[in-house]
């Protein structure tokens, strides 16, 4: 497969539903304007409900926008039908037919084409082995494992050629093994292809795995679009902090900024943060410290108590309390006598680049 690839543009895109209880029109994606470039895989990801599967299904054009518009590459698209646009879906149920075998099904896209039988026998056969179902083509739907399912629904999609393949939670139904080494596959297989990929998930670990940005969305709003990296270590809110990876806030005040670090007095004691543009002495600040970037220390940092202390193997969980807040520590390689236990008495330290102030 050898084609350009192409991006997708969302111009100020708004879908408006009838909520079903009140009759009341609501926005299930409201003003979303994203640029996907071409060759990446970009994830949505966020709670049930935000809005990513009719993003999905209006670019996929299953669902029209009722403001603004979607573009492939420059081509406006709002117009065009699901089978007009250069695009294919995966679904999370496979959708595939079930009185059919596994070439058939792939076949089924490429004959409603008109594509001469000896091309699409070479297209099939070939798509067969990047899924590595070479050899099953023969076999029932029904006789196939759910992996090898949803390899036939991905090879189904990619055999039409899409510039944009797109993914609507296509794991969801599989055990939680064959989730991980099926989304080893499909990330080979779109890098093998260099096809646009844009994946629907609620699974922030799938999210990470996956993407070289990732979208996340919130009641039908764009809250951030990023590196996993980025939305890692530089959460935009608290919601996002949350929702990706685990996340303790803390609260304190300004006492000090300079050219580089504040300080932020947090249960009476001192601690170094990096400086945030716009940070003013007097104000309340407050920093995400995710469990791998924080420790404990006998002599600094911030007066905690132990209230779990739990070896998990290659780290030591702790959660200590720090004034009425509850913080998670994830403690890797720990020596076993440095050991804290609960009821100890000790502080709370972290690198100043190890926080983040939100
Ligand atoms: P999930 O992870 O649960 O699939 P999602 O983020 O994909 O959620 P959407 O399916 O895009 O969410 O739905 C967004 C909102 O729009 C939800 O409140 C949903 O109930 C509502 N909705 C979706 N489709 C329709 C429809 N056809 N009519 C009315 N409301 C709808």
């Known amino acids: 497969m050898s084609k350009d690839k192409k991006g997708v543009k969302l111009e100020h895109i708004s879908k408006i539903y009838k909520d079903p209880k009140t009759g009341k029109d609501f926005y299930a994606v409201k003003d979303t304007t994203l640029e996907i470039k071409p060759g990446s895989f970009v994830t949505l990801l966020g709670p049930s409900?935000?809005?990513?599967?009719?993003?999905?299904?209006?670019?996929?054009?299953?669902?029209?926008?009722?403001?603004?518009?979607?573009?492939?590459?420059?081509?406006?698209?709002?117009?065009?039908?699901?089978?007009?646009?250069?695009?294919?879906?995966?679904?999370?149920?496979?959708?595939?037919?079930?009185?059919?075998?596994?070439?058939?099904?792939?076949?089924?896209?490429?004959?409603?084409?008109?594509?001469p039988k000896d091309e699409i026998k070479e297209k099939v056969m070939k798509i067969l082995d990047l899924v590595e179902l070479s050899g099953m083509e023969g076999r029932m739907t029904n006789q196939l494992s759910g992996g090898q399912q949803q390899r036939v629904a991905l090879a189904r999609a990619l055999v039409l050629e899409p510039s944009v393949l797109l993914f609507d939670e296509p794991l969801s139904n599989l055990d939680a093994k064959l989730r991980v080494s099926m989304r080893t596959e499909i990330r080979r297989i779109q890098q093998e292809v260099g096809i646009t990929a844009i994946y629907v998930t609620h699974d922030q670990s799938e999210a990470m795995a996956l993407s070289d940005e990732i979208i996340i969305m919130e009641k039908g709003i764009v809250a951030q679009k990023g590196t996993p990296e980025e939305i890692y270590y530089h959460p935009i809110n608290e919601f996002v902090a949350d929702f990706i990876g685990e996340a303790n806030f803390l609260t304190g005040k300004v006492v000090s900024v300079d050219d580089k670090y504040a300080e932020l007095e947090i249960e009476n004691e001192k601690v170094k943060v990096m400086k945030k543009d716009g940070m003013n002495v007097g104000e309340d600040a407050k920093i995400v410290l995710r469990p791998e970037g924080g420790f404990l220390s006998d002599n600094r940092g911030i007066e905690c108590e132990v209230v779990l202390s739990c070896f998990m193997g290659a780290y030591q969980n702790y959660h200590v309390k720090v004034g009425d807040t509850i913080v998670k520590l994830a403690d890797y390689n720990p020596n076993i006598e440095n050991v804290y236990k609960v009821g100890d008495k000790c502080k709370l330290a972290f690198e100043p680049e190890s926080v983040h102030v939100l």
Do not use: W
């Open 49 to 115: 409900g935000c809005g990513k599967t009719t993003t999905l299904r209006m670019i996929a054009g299953f669902e029209s926008p009722d403001e603004g518009e979607i573009y492939l590459c420059d081509e406006a698209i709002n117009e065009l039908t699901p089978n007009k646009r250069d695009t294919a879906m995966v679904f999370q149920s496979y959708a595939l037919l079930p009185h059919y075998n596994v070439f058939d099904n792939v076949a089924y896209g490429l004959k409603l084409r008109k594509v």
